[in-house]
């Protein structure tokens, strides 16, 4: 009973911290009738550490669009859920958002986008951008789009520079990557793509090591990695898992001595944050988004630094950014799809046909990859950056790469030219 009356007052309190901003975001204005758009996130539970962020940016900028006089006049409202992470409850918002006549969904898990991935399609329900980007929801096209490459082409991309410097050095032999990561949506997301983008380019992807969502211990699991001879472990899951794996290996002597890399959930400002600059020196993340701890000049992210500080009286981090910038294209494609079809058009399928009408298109405050749309294709970007934490700090380690495109081999032809 305890335990439960905690849980209800977890949730509470996070719809209590957003409800304020919930607030400014439905405010109507007198005239045109309000867009609403609908939304299913999970504040609490397991990744409650990372998703608040992108999400209070996104309410923050519909705030703003509002305050500006909508969308070509039409106040635009988020009606969202939250979840904590607890499939019972994706489902039963997910049915009252359709009773409500829901035409744009946004979705911030892989669990809740590859479960509600066939319903979707039967109720003509769109989701232009889910949060959680594990590569079924992608394959075959349905429905629903991701905020970025897949999980598995970010890991795609990193076998690609990562075999591009071992070639450049010289180094003989197979290059061999293992993985570390829970056995959930999101962190098998990278292997099965992965050892079949591995082969084609000369890599062995050993395996995966799976540990619990929220670990105590992986030294077993690093171990039996090592015994494999790994020149390179990949991080699949979250900084619950990330903190703990760098500081086992810290403790084992293997820090520095078999490099670390992770996909853009497990940020190494994160990993700063949590575990500070010794345990988290060397490791390498990639991101479709620019970082504002690096890229603090550009005045895209001084935008963000800005709007943060006018509503919340803080500064903007990486999620914070990355919530901004699917936000504006989200905003952009109900503008583009109410210029042509009107608002009485802006049904699901509607939204759909107009995604294809971005080609490298940069967001107004351009804050990162270009949003670039292709027929079948529900990837929204297709190019990475990395970055590493050296001497305590974060910094680029390199240049824009293009991602592959790791669609399974029965459905090259929706995909080649």
């Known amino acids: 009973m305890r335990k439960r009356l905690m849980s209800l007052m977890i949730v509470g309190l996070a719809i209590l911290l957003f409800g304020t901003m919930a607030v400014f975001v439905s405010t109507a204005k007198a005239g045109k009738?309000?867009?609403?758009?609908?939304?299913?996130?999970?504040?609490?539970?397991?990744?409650?550490?990372?998703?608040?962020?992108?999400?209070?940016?996104?309410?923050?900028?519909?705030?703003?669009?509002?305050?500006?006089?909508?969308?070509?006049?039409?106040?635009?409202?988020l009606v969202w859920g939250e979840t904590g992470n607890m499939m019972?409850?994706?489902?039963?918002?997910?049915?009252?958002?359709?009773?409500?006549?829901?035409?744009?969904?946004?979705?911030?898990?892989?669990?809740?986008?590859?479960?509600?991935?066939?319903?979707?399609?039967?109720?003509?329900?769109f989701c232009p951008l889910n949060y959680g980007q594990s590569d079924p929801q992608l394959y075959p096209p349905a429905w629903?789009?991701?905020?970025?490459?897949?999980?598995?082409?970010?890991?795609?991309?990193?076998?690609?520079?990562?075999?591009?410097?071992?070639?450049?050095?010289?180094k003989k032999g197979t290059m061999k990557v293992g993985i570390i990561g829970p056995d959930t949506a999101y962190g098998r997301a990278a292997l099965e793509p992965g050892q079949r983008f591995g082969k084609k380019i000369g890599v062995d992807v050993v395996g995966q090591e799976f540990v619990p969502v929220v670990p105590i211990d992986i030294t077993p699991q690093i171990l039996r990695l090592k015994d494999k001879g790994v020149d390179w472990i990949w991080m699949q899951g979250l900084s619950q898992i990330a903190?703990?794996?760098?500081?086992?290996?810290?403790?084992?002597?293997?820090?520095?001595?078999?490099?670390?890399?992770?996909f853009w959930w497990v940020t190494g400002a994160e990993m700063l944050r949590r575990i500070g600059p010794n345990f988290s020196e060397g490791y390498i993340f990639n991101s479709y988004n620019y970082l504002p701890q690096v890229e603090?000049?550009?005045?895209?992210?001084?935008?963000?630094?800005?709007?943060?500080?006018?509503?919340?009286?803080?500064?903007?981090d990486e999620y914070y950014v990355r919530g901004v910038r699917a936000t504006q294209f989200v905003i952009e494609l109900t503008k583009r799809?109410?210029?042509?079809?009107?608002?009485?058009?802006?049904?699901?399928?509607?939204?759909?046909?107009?995604?294809?009408?971005?080609?490298?298109?940069?967001?107004?405050?351009?804050?990162?990859?270009?949003?670039?749309?292709?027929?079948?294709?529900?990837?929204?970007?297709?190019?990475?950056?990395?970055?590493?934490?050296?001497?305590?700090?974060?910094?680029?380690?390199?240049?824009?790469?293009?991602?592959?495109?790791?669609?399974?081999?029965?459905?090259?032809k929706l995909f080649q030219k």
């Open 33 to 77: 009738p309000t867009i609403k758009h609908y939304g299913i996130v999970d504040l609490t539970g397991p990744y409650g550490i990372l998703v608040p962020d992108v999400w209070e940016a996104k309410l923050d900028y519909y705030r703003l669009v509002d305050e500006q006089g909508g969308i070509d006049g039409y106040p635009v409202d």
């Open 296 to 316: 603090k000049n550009h005045p895209g992210i001084k935008k963000c630094m800005e709007m943060r500080q006018k509503y919340h009286k803080k500064a903007a």
């Open 88 to 125: 019972a409850r994706t489902w039963s918002h997910y049915k009252k958002y359709k009773q409500s006549g829901a035409q744009l969904l946004w979705l911030a898990s892989s669990p809740d986008g590859e479960a509600l991935k066939n319903t979707l399609v039967k109720d003509k329900i």
């Open 243 to 262: 903190t703990v794996f760098m500081k086992n290996m810290a403790s084992l002597g293997l820090q520095g001595k078999i490099p670390v890399a992770g």
């Open 337 to 412: 799809t109410l210029g042509k079809y009107g608002y009485k058009g802006l049904t699901g399928e509607n939204y759909m046909k107009t995604m294809e009408t971005f080609k490298n298109w940069k967001t107004p405050w351009d804050l990162g990859a270009p949003f670039d749309i292709t027929p079948n294709d529900r990837r929204t970007a297709k190019k990475m950056l990395f970055y590493q934490v050296k001497g305590g700090k974060l910094v680029r380690y390199s240049d824009w790469i293009d991602a592959p495109h790791l669609y399974p081999d029965d459905m090259a």
């Open 144 to 170: 629903t789009y991701i905020d970025g490459p897949s999980y598995g082409e970010g890991f795609g991309t990193f076998l690609k520079m990562a075999k591009a410097e071992w070639d450049k050095a010289g």
